[in-house]
């Protein structure tokens, strides 16, 4: 891990943005620890960090007065990392499904998500490493919001993550379906009852199919960027049940 910048925040939480392996990052630490904190995981929306910077670091700085790290990456093909020709191929079908007021074909879910989940979740998986090697993260680890399926595959296959908050507000697979059905880890579900972008059938399968003696469903009215405030109250007081 190559730190490019280090800066202190108003409130105190230390910014430092990576590098590993050419992927950019972020981490957010609080202001003040005696001792190694446990991390929180952000998974980014398929933006850009540049673009949906000002709510990761709205989530970060909250969950730094509760006593966390918290850590995003750019995912494959977004920023300024390379184009990925299929995902952008696959994007464009879809868009051009739904102006025509046609189904999203599982075909074309299939192409913009699995492949994504594919590169993203080893990723994830060697800045975990990288992240838990340093002196001030001491876990356990949480991961919150992102691509849903990214979350689904975490939670599955990496043992050091041991409560996610998911955002069920992206195109599922249906193999996804037989993942989520293996998740044993603690969940807190966030579903926007309006999402234009989002199947709320689907959504609700998806819960259905967790695995997880212990997850929660918060549903709330409006669309895919109207979540009320309270919600991350919620969010936070589940991290702070399953990280400390």
């Not at 230390?14 to 609080?30: H, K, N, Q, Y």
């Not at 007021?101 to 299939?110: A, K, L, Q, S």
């Not at 908050?165 to 599922?172: D, I, R």
Request: aromatic fraction near 6%; include cysteine; charge should be negative.
């Amino acid at each position: 891990m190559h730190i490019t910048s280090e800066r202190r925040l108003d409130d105190g939480v230390v910014e430092r943005e990576f590098t590993l392996d050419g992927i950019p990052g972020i981490l957010w630490t609080p202001a003040a620890a005696s001792a190694p904190v446990p991390l929180i995981l952000l998974g980014p929306p398929p933006l850009g960090l540049r673009r949906v910077y000002p709510r990761l670091v709205g989530r970060a700085r909250h969950a730094a007065t509760d006593g966390f790290a918290t850590a995003t990456i750019e995912l494959p093909g977004s920023g300024d990392r390379p184009r990925r020709p299929a995902a952008e191929q696959a994007r464009a079908r879809m868009r051009r499904a739904v102006e025509a007021g046609e189904p999203v074909t599982d075909e074309i879910v299939d192409a913009l998500i699995l492949p994504l989940v594919d590169e993203a979740v080893p990723e994830w998986q060697a800045c975990l490493d990288a992240l838990l090697a340093l002196p001030e993260i001491g876990g356990p680890v949480g991961y919150s919001g992102g691509v849903v399926s990214i979350g689904v595959r975490l939670a599955v296959v990496e043992p050091r993550i041991v409560a996610a908050g998911l955002f069920a507000g992206s195109l599922v697979p249906r193999a996804m379906f037989e993942e989520a059905r293996r998740v044993t880890i603690p969940l807190h579900v966030l579903l926007q009852w309006d999402d234009e972008g989002n199947d709320r059938q689907a959504a609700l399968d998806l819960f259905d199919a967790f695995g997880s003696e212990e997850k929660s469903l918060h549903a709330n009215m409006g669309g895919h960027t109207g979540v009320p405030q309270y919600e991350g109250e919620a969010a936070a007081r589940f991290f702070a049940r399953h990280l400390k």
